[in-house]
């Protein structure tokens, strides 16, 4: 695990950050993909967890959801519009094209079994000192946690800062195969700007931290 702030530690879950779950507090934010679950639990080692909540349905976000939910004992928090995904575990039927072969091998070797929701995360609801902030676009029911009084905002796949060739960091949106709306999610960005967040962590890539760069990139999408 990799501390970013007090209480919030990243925990990679392949090499080069590629897909990153959290740990803030006691609760879990994602699960990667399903073979995830022994990489999070090693990682974790004595920390007890008391909840999982996701940033959003995915496949490379709920992978493990089911198995650690159910392994641990824990709640499953997931936004309102992922809740029906989250549950099935259809978790590619809202992409642009859920028949992209892209989107079939994310479903069929990715993605986990679903798990039932025990609460629905909206804007405004605390998880441990963090702010639930809606952020859709990427998925109908993504969301953001951000905790105000240091700036440590939990962003995940809003925007990314892993390129996925090269896996190089690099500040972009996320891919437009596995965007649900990307105007909608543009939106979003420029929503998280607006709370000049002082320390921002992927789903994909490494941490930044400073306003400057995620402000400067949500004003290039105006142009």
């Known amino acids: 695990m990799i501390q970013i702030a007090k209480d919030v530690f990243q925990i990679p879950v392949t090499p080069r950050q590629l897909v990153n779950t959290y740990l803030i507090g006691s609760t ?69 094209n859920p028949k992209h072969p892209v989107a079939i091998f994310e479903q069929n070797f990715m993605a986990g079994p679903g798990h039932p929701v025990d609460r ?15 952020t859709p676009g990427h998925s109908a029911g993504h969301v953001c946690f951000w905790r105000e009084h240091d700036g440590v905002l939990i962003a995940g796949d809003v925007l990314r800062n892993i390129n996925f060739f090269t896996t190089m960091p690099e500040l972009n949106e996320p891919p437009a195969v596995f965007t649900a709306d990307a105007e909608i999610n543009r939106k979003s960005i420029r929503k998280i700007a607006t709370l000049k967040p002082q320390v921002i962590c992927f789903g994909h890539g490494p941490a930044i931290r400073g306003a400057e760069r995620i402000r400067e990139f949500a004003n290039r999408l105006e142009t």
């Open 120 to 134: 629905i995360l909206q804007e405004g609801d605390r998880v441990e000192d963090f702010v639930v902030i809606e």
């Open 28 to 96: 879990l934010i994602d699960a990667g993909v399903k073979f995830s679950g022994r990489t999070i639990l090693r990682q974790l080692g004595n920390h007890k967890l008391t909840a999982h909540a996701l940033t959003h349905a995915h496949p490379d976000h709920q992978g493990a959801s089911a198995e650690l939910c159910k392994k641990l004992g824990i709640p499953f928090w997931v936004g309102a519009k992922d809740k029906s995904a989250a549950e099935s575990g259809l978790v590619v039927g809202a992409m642009p």
